[in-house]
T-cell receptor, first 111, second 110 residues
Framework: ETGVTQSPTHLIKTRGQQVTLRCSSQSGHNTVSWYQQALGQGPQFIFQYYREEENGRGNFPPRFSGLQFPNYSSELNVNALELDDSALYLC??????????FGPGTRLTVL | GIQVEQSPPDLILQEGANSTLRCNFSDSVNNLQWFHQNPWGQLINLFYIPSGTKQNGRLSATTVATERYSLLYISSSQTTDSGVYFCAVGGAQGAQKLVFGQGTRLTINP
């Protein structure tokens, strides 16, 4: 059984640019959730996708958007990057409302 | 929304010691997970325990849902147990988002 994978592992962008992060869910999982973890903090929920529909959103502005594809993989897009967007971005997959399994994360640095 | 509080924030122990990490939450939950975050940032699943008691080797966990707390026990600590431990809960309604505590940083000295 393949676990959750994320790409890229690291990314450096400049303020104002746009970025796309990718996540492949674990086999058999239909729900993907995205989290942002700032340094020294616990992860914060961004949004969740269930069967290709957004199924809940945290306190993040509209410039954070996402997609889920028919194979349940997912993308997180962030427009107009700000310095405070520098963080570890974590993707988690699950079977509906069950235990969530996390990928290794993408570390984004905004200069 | 649900609030999650973990204690202690930091814990420093000698190898071989036992430890207890606590997680308090403010509302009913239908999901509670304990994670260990490794130095590279990956969250490793330890327990999925919305209620009851589970054991896995030197680790065990207990959640008392009616009193809104969970405990993670680590026995005979090893240096490889060092890292940050997170408790995360999912509410009874809506999207199954996880709300994380601030974590407990555990340091095991040889």
């Amino acid at each position: 059984e393949t676990g959750v994978t994320q790409s890229p592992t690291h990314l450096i962008k400049t303020r104002g640019q746009q970025v796309t992060l990718r996540c492949s869910s674990q086999s058999g999982h239909n729900t993907v959730s995205w989290y942002q973890q700032a340094l020294g903090q616990g992860p914060q929920f961004i949004f969740q996708y269930y069967r290709e529909e957004e199924n809940g959103r945290g306190n993040f502005p509209p410039r954070f958007s996402g997609l889920q594809f028919p194979n349940y993989s997912s993308e997180l897009n962030v427009n107009a990057l700000e310095l405070d967007d520098s963080a570890l971005y974590l993707c988690a997959s699950s079977r509906s409302y069950n235990e969530q399994f996390f990928g290794p994360g993408t570390r984004l640095t905004v200069l | 929304g649900i609030q999650v509080e973990q204690s202690p924030p930091d814990l420093i122990l000698q190898e071989g010691a036992n430890s207890t990490l606590r997680c308090n939450f403010s509302d009913s939950v239908n999901n509670l997970q304990w994670f260990h975050q490794n130095p590279w940032g990956q969250l490793i699943n330890l327990f999925y325990i919305p209620s009851g008691t589970k054991q896995n080797g030197r680790l065990s966990a207990t959640t008392v849902a009616t009193e809104r707390y969970s405990l993670l026990y680590i026995s005979s600590s090893q240096t490889t147990d060092s890292g940050v431990y997170f408790c995360a809960v999912g509410g009874a309604q809506g999207a199954q988002k996880l709300v994380f505590g601030q974590g407990t940083r555990l340091t095991i000295n040889p």
